[in-house]
């Protein structure tokens, strides 16, 4: 597992509008090795999305800053549209937040797949819907499907279909950006474990899974990288993450997840105070500094930069050593 599919360096993706510059992405360092599921957590509004949706397409109001991010050692932040385009679905898929909304009413589930991938130039003859019989297979949804309308289908079996469709050409690294967030819970563990099945049978090289909910990214995600208000936390091996983290704000969102062995009338769950820092026009220092009990003077003053602690564990504070030995958390 050490070639690099992905290698993000210094990555700042704003939205530009008329009040000035939202910062959502702001200079960002990270990699996804082949055969390696990445989660992404954090609080809602941390940029996850907008990481997302512009490593596959940079559409106004978001605008590249600067940076890079290498797709297999080529920066396809440079690219042109009509560039990235022979790249989308091939080399880098997406399912997006919200994609199972997204089906026509009006066209039944075949004609629906016939029309996204003639855009990408396939042909969707008997040929190629024998591959899709074959995925559907793979998914234990019925060929049927193909005849239904989406109104006709629950969301487990739209969410599985939309898996399909994103992956029909193999794609290197696959995108998931909140796939389990509308689903109940036995349909959130059937989509989390097919990402991690069609890795296994090398359908995608790789995959970004986006979520808020740690403790799915702990059921398949080799490694989570926590993001807080368009910067990273911590990145670090799936289990480092949950059982011993070092940044206060991953400190904080695991003593808020609730635990097996406690009963909630002996522990409350701890929450995070306060709400995360306006994106527009936000200067120099820790984001995380108003929220931060290890907060110092440096933090309002400088932002930190990530640093690799031990290998493969990363993470941006100040005052990482204070708050990681810290058990009062
Ligand atoms: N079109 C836009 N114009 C200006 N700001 C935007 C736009 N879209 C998103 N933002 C801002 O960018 C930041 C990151 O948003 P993003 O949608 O990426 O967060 P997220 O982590 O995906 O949140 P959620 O968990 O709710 O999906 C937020 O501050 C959001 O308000
Ligand atoms: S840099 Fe400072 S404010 Fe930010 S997380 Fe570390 S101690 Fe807290
Ligand atoms: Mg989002």
Redesign the pocket.
């Known amino acids: 597992m050490t070639e690099k599919i992905l290698d993000v360096k210094d990555l700042k993706l704003y ?1 530009k ?1 008329l009040k000035g510059y ?1 910062k ?1 992405i702001d200079g960002i360092n990270f990699d996804i090795k082949r055969g390696e599921i990445l989660g992404i957590a ?10 997302g949706n512009g490593l596959i397409l940079l559409k106004k ?2 605008n590249y800053i600067s940076g890079q991010a290498n797709l297999n050692g080529k920066n396809i932040m440079n690219l042109k549209n009509k560039e990235m385009n022979t790249l989308r679905f091939k080399d880098i898929s997406i399912i997006p ?1 919200f994609a199972m909304d997204a089906f026509s009413p009006t066209k039944k589930i075949k004609t629906f797949i016939s029309d996204i991938v003639s855009q990408h130039n396939i042909n969707p003859d008997e040929k190629f819907f024998d591959k899709v019989r074959e995925r559907l297979d793979m998914v234990n949804l019925n060929h049927s499907v193909l005849n239904n309308y989406s109104i006709e289908l629950s969301g487990g079996m739209k969410q599985r279909l939309v898996m399909v469709i994103s992956t029909l050409l193999d794609p290197e690294l696959l995108i998931c950006d ?1 796939v389990t967030s509308a689903l109940d819970v036995s349909s959130q563990r059937f989509v989390a474990n097919m990402i991690g099945d069609f890795r296994d049978k090398k359908i995608i090289g790789s995959a970004i899974f986006i979520t ?1 909910d740690l403790s799915i990214l702990y059921q398949i995600a080799d490694r989570i990288m926590v ?1 807080y208000a ?1 910067h990273i936390a911590e990145i670090a091996d799936s289990d480092t993450i949950v059982k011993n983290p070092k940044h206060p704000y991953t400190k904080a969102l695991i003593s808020s997840l609730p635990k097996n062995d406690v009963q909630y009338k002996d522990e409350q769950l701890s929450g995070i105070d306060g709400t995360p820092p306006n ?1 527009l026009n936000i200067g120099e220092g820790c984001r995380f500094r108003f929220r931060c009990k290890y907060a110092t003077d440096i933090c309002a003053k400088q932002t930190p930069v990530q640093e690799e602690i031990s290998s493969g564990h990363t993470l941006a504070c100040w005052n990482y050593k204070k708050a990681g030995s810290d058990k009062n958390v």
Do not use: D, I, N, R
Request: aromatic content about 4%; charged content about 15%.
């Open positions: 939205y509008t939202v959502a954090g609080e809602s509004g941390c940029g996850k999305s907008t990481l109001p978001l937040q909140e808020h993001m368009g994106l």
